[in-house]
């Protein structure tokens, strides 16, 4: 049975770069990564409930690398399900059995029951290591019905971010990684403040940090929960008007329509 149309928001953080976004009746999955491996990272936050593969309008991937692009994942969903898709990762996911999948060039939209999603820029490595000729380049998404949500996938900043201001009422927003260090094309909890001051959502969700880790005993030491607490501190000092919910990975938020 469909889910009951409803102009409230409701998003729930599976991990990593993985959120269910429910709205208008609609179930969008971001970059589903719903096993407790991916290649070698382990997931060390809890398991995902099976309640977060159900019922999936359409997929949404951001870009092609392994801990985004998960294909067991993505086929425990369901290989007919619509992949909304950057341009270059088409043949690759047809040829690993999805029938349905859409590339988008940032600047171009595709519908999802009543809701428009938008491709936009991300500023990231395109390639899909070790395959170094399969190259994609990433995006990240728009989807806009009776609310708007800005899912960055993976990035660091990127000018036209500021295009995006006033227009979003929920931003979900990377701040880390799975490493100890980060490398090229991410953000990093002071960036990301940097990122959601540009784009002033009404909510903020950081994103994208601890759930996978190196198995032991390379896994990194600190404290898994530092980014997300370092981002929520900033964002509390420098960007006051942006309301930040910190989710745990399995927790679910809702975000009522904006007063008229």
Request: charged fraction near 20%; glycine fraction near 8%.
């Given at each position: 049975?469909?889910?009951?149309?409803?102009?409230?928001?409701?998003?729930?953080?599976?991990?990593?770069?993985?959120?269910?976004?429910e709205?208008?009746?609609?179930?969008?999955?971001?970059?589903?990564?719903?096993h407790?491996?991916?290649?070698?990272?382990?997931?060390?936050?809890?398991?995902?409930?099976?309640?977060?593969?159900?019922?999936?309008?359409?997929?949404?991937?951001?870009?092609?690398?392994?801990?985004?692009?998960?294909?067991?994942?993505?086929?425990?969903?369901?290989?007919?399900?619509?992949?909304?898709?950057?341009?270059?990762?088409?043949?690759?996911?047809?040829?690993?059995?999805?029938?349905?999948?859409?590339?988008?060039?940032?600047?171009?939209?595709?519908?999802?029951?009543?809701?428009?999603?938008?491709?936009?820029p991300?500023?990231?490595?395109?390639?899909?290591?070790?395959?170094?000729?399969?190259?994609a380049?990433?995006?990240?998404?728009?989807?806009?019905?009776?609310?708007?949500?800005?899912?960055?996938?993976?990035?660091?900043?990127?000018?036209?971010?500021?295009?995006?201001?006033?227009?979003?009422?929920?931003?979900?927003?990377?701040?880390?990684?799975?490493?100890?260090?980060?490398?090229?094309?991410?953000?990093?909890?002071?960036?990301?403040?940097?990122?959601?001051?540009?784009?002033?959502?009404?909510?903020?969700?950081?994103?994208?940090w601890g759930?996978?880790?190196?198995?032991?005993?390379?896994?990194d030491?600190?404290?898994a929960?530092?980014?997300?607490?370092?981002?929520?501190?900033?964002?509390?000092?420098?960007?006051?008007?942006?309301e930040?919910?910190?989710?745990?990975?399995?927790?679910?938020?809702?975000?009522?329509?904006?007063?008229?």
């Amino acid at each position: 049975m469909a889910p009951e149309r409803t102009d409230t928001l409701a998003v729930t953080w599976v991990g990593h770069s993985t959120a269910l976004i429910e709205l208008d009746g609609i179930r969008i999955i971001t970059d589903p990564v719903l096993h407790r491996r991916v290649g070698p990272l382990r997931r060390v936050a809890s398991p995902v409930q099976e309640e977060a593969r159900r019922d999936i309008d359409a997929i949404l991937v951001s870009h092609l690398h392994a801990d985004h692009a998960d294909l067991p994942s993505l086929r425990a969903i369901g290989v007919d399900t619509p992949i909304l898709a950057p341009s270059g990762a088409g043949s690759w996911l047809s040829h690993h059995g999805f029938t349905d999948v859409r590339e988008l060039r940032p600047g171009e939209q595709a519908s999802v029951g009543p809701a428009r999603v938008s491709a936009t820029p991300a500023s990231h490595g395109s390639s899909r290591r070790p395959l170094g000729s399969l190259r994609a380049e990433p995006i990240g998404f728009v989807i806009a019905g009776s609310q708007t949500v800005y899912f960055a996938g993976d990035t660091d900043l990127f000018d036209a971010m500021s295009e995006l201001a006033g227009t979003i009422d929920l931003a979900l927003l990377p701040v880390w990684g799975w490493g100890p260090t980060l490398g090229p094309g991410h953000l990093n909890p002071e960036r990301a403040v940097t990122a959601a001051a540009r784009i002033a959502p009404r909510v903020a969700i950081p994103i994208h940090w601890g759930t996978l880790a190196l198995p032991r005993p390379a896994r990194d030491p600190r404290d898994a929960r530092r980014p997300a607490r370092e981002f929520a501190e900033r964002m509390a000092a420098e960007a006051p008007a942006i309301e930040t919910r910190v989710l745990t990975p399995g927790e679910r938020t809702e975000l009522a329509p904006r007063q008229a």
